[in-house]
């Protein structure tokens, strides 16, 4: 099988996360219900964990001795940093499901209205207000596997400090601007004209930003606990970062393709969405170039219509791909892998290198 | 003047605060304009910076030699993790004014109407999420201050990781705990007859995790770094930690009082909004314990109705006032007062002692 030791080390990974998992003695102060629930619902669901895995594979790229549960609290804490995003990302998004479940915020709205017999309105409310609490709550324990794995490993305090600044200033503030430009753009370009005047890369830097950015960290920490300097301008740590950072490039463009052609059962989350949500992707912008009148009319009528039936999703879905959208995306990605794979030259061959190459080609060939 | 050493400090401390501000690289990093906005507007604006001043104050307890300026980025850490808790509250709260201007929520709510020509839906909406991410941006950003404190100053990196790592679980988890009892009460004692059932101590609780954890951890976090120690449980690190606690009930007991009686200009922030949105208070349990049927009638009418007319508001003040519910909370505030004093009396006489005295005072006694 062609991702076979990519995957065999991914499910390694998920059970040792839900291991620790149970473990994690701070999860008793999580008080009341609604917040206990909400901080851990996203870790227990089955998940690819890619962010610590690049992590770990970075490490052992350069580390061949250190053993990789040494490591595994770090991991854990850049899985961790990554569930906040997503659970305030889909308050923002008005998201309903998420690896198979319903999202933080829909889960408590329903418990409310059950549990605590409030009407609609206030269980949205009440559902919003867990979820915000939740991904505080969520942000500061991440951190928190940090600063623990600096305590007790004197040697790499002061590299753990540099990757905790870096993280908490330049790739969080990358992040949101991200995560903003995301929003923005979806008001911003409602009028599909000047949605057609973007430059693609203004739409592939929101991406990297989006995206790119948290890879691109999640390979620097590893590859500078490997070497244990502080001096992120190492040429192989920072050729680690810029192929994890062109992967998570192709990686969200994947995932833009998944969210209009992919198969709900196995991605967990709603198809069709990000077509109701009016996402403004290069697979739309590619899609309106090459339509006649007709079809653009058809296009603008339903993208960004949040009432839009199951029908003419379909319909638009049809359109992106037959006008060359999907396929056009997928060579974009495809374009990011091929720019990401000559990082790795100097690179010294291992299992970990070969494990990176596979979750390169994996990046935009998944189909989950 | 009764607290003229005190206001010497906090002015003094307000000025060093807007001055680093000033020089403050990240907010350079911070985009797009609604990032860098909302991030920094509440700490702009005038504010008594009290969580700061008790840092500062029980550190200069303790160590008469270290110059407060050395410890002023831990201070602002404090100070910038508070705001980020006030940021989330007042999109939990709904809250519309703080510290004399809009909240961060509703200022870009009217900033998207205006600037980005969204409708009122929109608007609330984009208001929210940007309100969201920027307290997010600042959580993360004060613990930068705490880390970027550590690695310069190698004397105290044990410490700062222990406070951070006890800031990060059991500070922010009691917090968040206090925030959520806060709205849940709101909804689930809206019958009176079941409020009148709950024990005062239950309330006290939640005042106690909302505002005297923080409290607690800035003494706490003084005091350590005062004795270079990592060993919390120091006699002279506890007898601060717990004096700065219990006046720190005190401090939101009085809060309650001015949300109900206090000025909206010197408050810079709306009165009468803690009765619209039910809050559930000691001063509304006494004075309901001590209310005929009639009145009780007429508290329970107008006590979480958010349309309530502004002649509601004032005669359910003037009732509350007339049953007691002002002055014994009051003294309850009072009470807690006179608990913290003696958790100073094996701490040597100094200016810094002086100025925790007043500030004791100040919590019960204080107009805003």
């Keep these: 099988m062609k991702y076979n030791e990519l995957f065999v080390f991914l499910s390694g990974l998920e059970e040792k996360i839900k291991k620790m998992l149970k473990q994690e003695e701070i999860i008793s102060l999580l008080k009341p219900y609604e917040i206990n629930e909400s901080v851990t619902s996203y870790l ?5 964990r890619l962010r610590p895995a690049v992590f770990l594979m970075a490490c052992g790229c350069l580390d061949k001795e250190v053993p990789i549960d040494t490591m595994l609290p ?3 804490g850049i899985e961790l940093f990554h569930t906040w995003t997503l659970v305030h990302d889909d308050i923002i998004d008005n998201d309903s499901l998420r690896r198979g479940g319903l999202t933080v915020h829909k889960n408590m709205e329903q418990w409310s209205l059950k549990k ?3 009407n609609d309105k206030e269980a949205k409310e009440y559902g919003m207000d867990i979820a915000i609490l939740a991904g505080d709550m969520q942000q500061a324990w991440a951190i928190n596997f940090f600063v623990d794995f600096a305590s007790k490993n004197t040697e790499y305090t002061k590299v753990i400090l540099k990757l905790i600044s870096l993280l908490e200033t330049e790739v969080i503030s990358e992040l949101i601007y991200g995560e903003v ?6 008001y911003v370009y409602k009028d599909i004209e000047k949605f057609l005047s973007i430059d693609e890369s203004e739409i592939v830097n929101m991406l990297w930003l989006k995206t790119g950015v948290l890879y691109r960290f999640s390979a620097l920490a590893g590859a500078s606990l ?3 300097t502080d001096n992120f301008k190492e040429p192989s740590i920072v050729a680690l970062s810029e192929f994890a950072s062109k992967c998570g490039i192709a990686f969200q463009l994947q995932d833009d393709i998944l969210g209009i052609v992919g198969t709900e059962d196995i991605l967990g989350k709603p198809v069709g969405s990000d077509i109701r949500e009016g996402k403004k ?10 339509a006649n ?3 653009k009319d058809i296009i603008c009528k339903i993208v960004g219509n ?5 029908g003419e999703i379909q319909l638009v879905t049809k359109l992106l791909d037959e006008l060359g959208g999907i396929e056009y995306t997928k060579k974009l990605a495809q374009k990011y892998i091929l720019e990401a794979l000559p990082y790795l030259k100097n690179i010294e061959n291992s299992e970990y290198k070969t494990l990176l190459i596979q979750w390169a080609d994996f990046m935009y060939d998944r189909e989950f």
């Design 44 to 48: 227990h669901r089955s998940a690819k």
């Design 74 to 76: 770090v991991a854990f």
């Design 116 to 118: 605590l017999g409030l």
């Design 181 to 186: 430009l995301d929003v923005k753009y979806s």
């Design 226 to 228: 490997a070497l244990k």
């Design 281 to 290: 992707t290069t697979i739309l912008l590619e899609a309106l170039k090459n």
């Design 293 to 295: 009148t007709e079809e």
């Design 306 to 310: 949040k009432h839009a039936t199951d």
